[in-house]
């Protein structure tokens, strides 16, 4: 019977659905997390009697035919790109982009990653470092006599340094943007690599046509909805609780067949 494997593939999908949801519950407090969306597509359908053929030697066509179709799959899983809610922290590392962009990040191999965590530190050298030490580009360092620094909301990092009554701009922050943040590819500690199909970089000033503005001593929190998640976790096991029946129900039906004498 069909109806065995068409259930079996909608059982697979919820369960693909439901860890989908269950990682958006398990970052809702990660900072700069974009939840995730699972998205569905039909599989092949079986031609009983195909549309459009004739049905005399008349000319005339079946005006609709007979498919069956085979079942469900997973699609895609698309990242909702939304802003998210901007958090206060006093910290003046911080800073939270507000618009569109990411902070560029080198990685040890030389690679470039993306974020939007703006949770960043000095490192020993007075370099604006991430969580995990790795460089903020274009690497501004902050000199060791600086009493205080200010990120202004171009991305320009002032330091005041001691016995001076001017600031000094000692390099500014800069973002990228893709034309598909979606094709974006994550690899973890909230980082992301360009690929094909986001598309290369496009470098520029916060605060830019295109480009979104950034604030220090904020970070960008979650933009999970933790009510909107609980609806689809409930919706998503009511629907692999469905395809379990209609796999008790086939069952059933096979067993009626086979006690027929």
Known sequence: MR????????????Q??????????ANMSTTGYKRRRAEFQDLLYQNLRRVGS????????????????LGVKTGAVYRITEQGNLSQTGN?????????????????SGETAYT?????????????VTADGFVVQPGITIPANATDV?????????????????????????LAIFANEGGLEAIGDNLLLATPGS??????????????QVMQGFVETSNVNVVQEITNLI??????EMNSRVISASDEMLSTLSRLR
């Not at 259930?7 to 999908?13: K, Q």
């Not at 000319?59 to 069956?68: K, M």
């Not at 919706?235 to 692999?240: E, K, L, P, S, V």
Request: proline content about 5%; charged content about 10%; overall charge negative.
């Open 3 to 14: 109806s065995l494997h068409i259930a079996g593939t909608g059982m697979l999908a919820q």
């Open 199 to 212: 598309g290369a970089a496009q470098q520029g000033a916060p605060g830019t046509p295109g480009y979104g």
């Open 16 to 25: 693909t659905n439901v860890e989908v949801i269950s990682n958006n519950i």
């Open 92 to 108: 003046r590392f911080d800073v939270a982009v507000r618009g569109n962009g990411y902070f560029q990040v080198q990685l040890p």
């Open 235 to 240: 919706t998503a096991q009511r629907a692999y």
């Open 116 to 128: 939007r965590d703006g949770t960043f530190a000095l490192s020993p050298e007075g370099v604006i």
């Open 54 to 69: 004739q049905s005399a030697d008349t000319g005339s066509v079946l005006p609709s035919g007979a498919q069956i179709g």
């Open 150 to 174: 200010t990120i202004n909301a171009t991305g320009e990092v002032l330091a005041k340094l001691d016995g001076q009554l001017q600031p000094q701009n000692v390099g500014q922050i800069q």
